[in-house]
């Protein structure tokens, strides 16, 4: 034991969003019982790398009594959790599909957001129709770091900030959402968070926005794009008002709510 810097959760704030889980490359976090967890301090090198990508600001380094990082013990911990995710892979699967299965699990001490689980749901076969939709869509490009501040189609626009996963969700998107509205759309889980804020901040400054609809699913990392943009919203001090629509997996609107 030794007096030393460690990651601290303040499990209060944490949300198990899961964004700060790929960024420990030491396999130190995981999500446990819907929080992030330190599974061990020996794991944890107190630099802080996962710093910076949680939402909620529930992550800080600070100095203690805790045991020694211990790098040989991360080598192990990491080739074990390999090693078991190879057996879970080719346990019942013939020689190509564990081979798939190795290849996306290369990285599985990463995945512990709750998000990523996998599911499986038939779609309802009552709605099954051959009733062609037009695109809604008024613009190009879509994502958000792409489409440029100050576009002409954003000025004084229903500004559409999109998860990107909700348009494979909800099969009425384009009808019930995107029509009438300028749309950026991204994944807050694969990205950068901050890079969200700025880019959001930078259109709401220069567009007299009318509106902002975020549209988000329903699994915990996917609050890091309600998040971007009611931070961008405040930094920008222009009183916006921003409706949040959480998307349910099964393609079902389970809230709604103005913040």
């Keep these: 034991m030794a007096i030393r810097k460690i990651v601290n959760i303040d499990e209060s704030k944490c949300n198990g969003c899961g964004l700060c ?3 420990c490359v030491e396999g130190a976090l995981k999500i446990i019982d819907g929080k992030a967890r330190l599974i061990s301090e020996i794991y944890c090198d107190g630099l802080g790398a996962c710093l910076g990508h949680c ?19 991360v080598e192990e911990f990491l080739a074990s959790e ?4 190879e057996h879970k892979c080719h346990g019942g699967h013939h020689h190509d599909a564990g081979h798939n299965c190795q290849r996306e699990h290369k990285h599985a001490h990463n995945t512990g957001c709750p998000g990523s689980q996998m599911r ?5 076969k009552e709605e099954d129709s051959d009733v062609r939709v037009s695109s809604k869509l008024r613009q190009w490009p879509v994502q958000l770091a792409l489409v440029p501040p100050d576009a002409p189609y954003l000025e004084g626009a229903d500004l559409l900030v999109t998860a990107d996963c909700v348009p494979f969700a909800y099969g009425n998107y384009h009808n019930d959402f995107l029509k009438g509205k300028a749309v950026v ?5 694969l990205d950068d968070t901050q890079l969200y804020v700025e880019r959001l901040e930078a259109m709401i400054r220069a567009n007299n926005l009318n509106s902002i609809t975020v549209l988000r699913m329903e699994v915990p990392c996917c609050g890091g794009i309600a998040y971007a943009a009611q931070m961008a919203r405040d930094n920008a001090g222009v009183n916006v008002p921003i409706n949040v629509v959480t998307i349910g997996v099964e393609g079902n609107i389970k809230k709604s709510e103005l913040v």
């Design 185 to 189: 759309v991204g994944c807050p889980k």
């Design 120 to 124: 499986q749901f038939s779609a309802s």
């Design 82 to 85: 390999k090693q078991e995710n």
């Design 55 to 73: 939402p909620q600001d529930a992550i800080t380094v600070i100095e203690r009594d805790a045991d020694e990082f211990d790098e040989k013990a």
């Design 21 to 23: 889980i790929p960024n």
